[in-house]
């Protein structure tokens, strides 16, 4: 035999798993643009890590700086990352905060600071 509080705590992790996924799915579905070279080079990202664009100002392709080209790619490739991951951090500590707050009897939990506004 189930106690009734035991009823209300599945119901509240049944509650948890539905923002969870929610917040997944929101997430997966973010487009982000990471940025190198005062913007001379955009890559663009989904939410699942899919590399979708990249976008190089003809102005910095000289083609004796090929060196100079890489880097900037990669910079724009690991902006674009940290800025997806901050996103999702921010996405799944809201939904995590609010329900571990209310399963706690307290108030909700503090979210997580995002960071800088992104610039593009």
């Known amino acids: ?10 119901r509240q992790f049944s509650e948890v798993r539905r923002q969870l996924a929610e917040a997944e799915e929101l997430v997966g579905t973010d487009d982000v ?4 070279g005062d913007g001379a080079v955009r890559v663009g990202v989904r939410g699942e890590f899919s ?4 976008t190089i100002d003809p102005r910095v392709v ?3 700086e090929t060196e100079l080209l890489e880097d900037l790619i990669l910079a724009a490739l690991r902006d674009a990352v940290a800025r997806l991951a901050d996103r999702r ?3 799944l500590g809201a939904a995590l905060g609010g329900i571990l707050g209310g399963i706690l009897g307290g108030a909700e939990a503090p979210r997580p600071d995002p960071g800088p506004p992104a610039v593009e």
């Open 89 to 91: 951090r921010a996405a």
């Open 51 to 54: 590399f979708n664009s990249v």
């Open 62 to 64: 000289d083609p004796s």
């Open 33 to 36: 643009v990471g940025t190198a």
């Open 1 to 10: 035999m189930t106690a009734p509080r035991d009823d209300g705590i599945e």
